[in-house]
């Protein structure tokens, strides 16, 4: 059974770090695209970085780049977000989510994702 696990959110003031996991079974990652996203309160799902599945090639939203990084472990099968220099506007919760496709970059569109994760909280507030 497919599945995705996303945790790793927390509370942190702004300037700080937080990374986010991503485990995942049920499928090899390098089948899949891996996607996250956020949501915050009253404002529609916003992609926030992708990691391709054959090349590993990454893509990042203009709001996160310089910021955040997104990395995968075959080994592990987890896909990580590590988002440095926090700003309030970063809070949200985050999800992960999988994309069954290869031989294409990946794309920061929601509705391309086959399976998510149940999402993690990520609050950025002194």
């Known amino acids: 059974q497919l599945q995705l696990v996303d945790s790793g959110g927390g509370l942190v003031q702004p300037g700080g770090s937080l990374r986010l996991s991503c485990a995942v079974s049920?499928?090899?990652?390098?089948?899949?695209?891996i996607g996250w996203f956020r949501q915050a309160p009253g404002k529609e799902r916003e992609g926030v970085s992708c990691?391709?599945?054959?090349?590993?090639?990454?893509y990042y939203a203009d709001s996160v780049k310089g910021r955040f990084t997104i990395s995968r472990d075959n080994a592990k099968n987890t896909v990580y977000l590590q988002m440095n220099s926090l700003k309030p506007e970063d809070t949200a919760v985050y999800y992960c989510?999988?994309?069954?496709?290869?031989?294409?970059?990946?794309?920061?569109?929601?509705?391309?994702?086959?399976?998510w994760g149940q999402g993690t909280q990520v609050t950025v507030s002194s």
């Open positions: 049920g499928f090899a990652l390098d089948h899949y695209a």
């Open positions: 989510a999988a994309e069954a496709v290869m031989f294409r970059l990946c794309v920061l569109s929601a509705p391309e994702y086959d399976y």
């Open positions: 990691i391709s599945s054959s090349t590993g090639s990454t």
